[in-house]
C-alpha cells in the first residue's frame, strides 16, 4: 500500500522559474514531513522538512506548504536553477523524528538553462 | 565529520549466494536505518537499529537481516539472492533513536546475476 503519493513523475522547467511537487499522504498518524534531494551516484539529503503544526517553512528558495486537512503537502523551488536537476523525494514518518521514513516515488526535476 | 561510509560501493552476486553489506555511521550517531532503492518500488525502509537492538522492520522476506555493533556500525546480510534484489541499498544514521534528520551513505549497488 502506497501511502506516501508524490506527482508529478517528471518535471521540466526553466531556467529561474518555480518548480512544484506535491504530496499527499494517507496515514493520519505521519507527524514528520521531510523532502530529500538526491543527486545520480549520491544518496538522498534533506533539504527542507515540517511538522503539521505549521502551514508553511521556508528555507532560502525552498518552501514547503503543508496542508493537513487535505492531507497533503507541497516543495516549492523559487528561481530554479540548472543546479537543481535531481530527483525529489517527499518523505513522511510517525513520531516526530526521521526513523522509519515512508518515501514519494520521486519526482525527476530538469531545469533548463 | 566524515559522513555515512557504505562498504563496498559495488558488488556482483549469483542467485542463490548471500551478501552482507557495511554500514558505519557519523560518529556519535548511534541510530542506523537500511533502504532498498529500485526503480520499480523507490525507497523503502527495511529496518532501524539503535544501540544494536533492531526497533523497526519493514515489509520485507526473512532473507534480509540486519546487526549493530557496539560502535554503531551495521551490516545487513541477503541470503538466498534472488534477481528482484538487484538494488541501490542506502544506510542512514541519525544522533538519537528519533533523531530528526537523517543523514544518508551512497550506498551500495547491489547486482544478482
Known amino acids: 500500500q502506497q501511502q506516501v503519493k508524490q506527482s508529478p513523475q517528471s518535471l521540466i522547467v526553466q531556467k529561474g522559474g518555480i518548480s512544484i511537487i506535491n504530496c499527499a499522504y494517507e496515514?493520519?498518524?505521519?507527524?514528520?514531513f521531510p523532502w530529500y534531494q538526491q543527486f545520480p551516484g549520491k544518496g538522498p539529503a534533506l533539504l527542507i522538512a515540517?511538522?503539521?503544526?505549521?502551514s508553511e517553512k521556508k528555507e532560502g528558495r525552498f518552501t514547503i506548504s503543508f496542508n493537513k486537512s487535505a492531507k497533503q503537502f507541497s516543495l516549492h523551488i523559487m528561481d530554479s536553477q540548472p543546479g537543481d536537476s535531481a530527483t525529489y523525494f517527499c518523505?513522511?514518518?510517525?513520531?516526530?523524528?526521521?526513523?522509519?521514513?515512508?518515501f514519494g516515488s520521486g519526482t525527476q526535476l530538469t531545469v533548463l538553462p | 565529520k566524515a559522513g555515512v561510509t557504505q562498504t563496498p560501493r559495488y558488488l556482483i552476486k549469483t542467485r542463490g549466494q548471500q551478501v552482507t553489506l557495511s554500514c558505519s555511521p557519523i560518529?556519535?550517531?548511534?541510530?542506523v536505518s537500511w533502504y532498498q532503492q529500485t526503480p520499480g518500488q523507490g525507497l523503502q525502509f527495511l529496518f532501524e537499529?539503535?544501540?544494536?537492538?533492531?526497533?523497526n522492520k519493514g515489509n520485507f522476506p526473512g532473507r534480509f537481516s540486519g546487526r549493530q555493533f557496539s560502535n554503531s556500525r551495521s551490516e545487513m546480510n541477503v541470503s538466498t539472492l534472488e534477481l528482484g534484489d538487484s538494488a541501490l541499498y542506502l544506510c542512514?544514521?541519525?544522533?538519537?533513536?528519533?533523531?530528526?534528520?537523517?543523514?544518508f551513505g551512497q550506498g551500495t549497488r547491489l547486482t544478482v546475476v
Open positions: 542512514a544514521s541519525s544522533s538519537l533513536s528519533g533523531g530528526t534528520e537523517a543523514f
Open positions: 496515514n493520519t498518524a505521519f507527524d514528520y
Open positions: 515540517i511538522r503539521p503544526d505549521v
Open positions: 518523505a513522511a514518518s510517525i513520531g516526530g523524528s526521521a526513523r522509519q521514513l515512508t
Open positions: 560518529s556519535g550517531h548511534r541510530s
Open positions: 537499529y539503535f544501540s544494536e537492538t533492531q526497533r
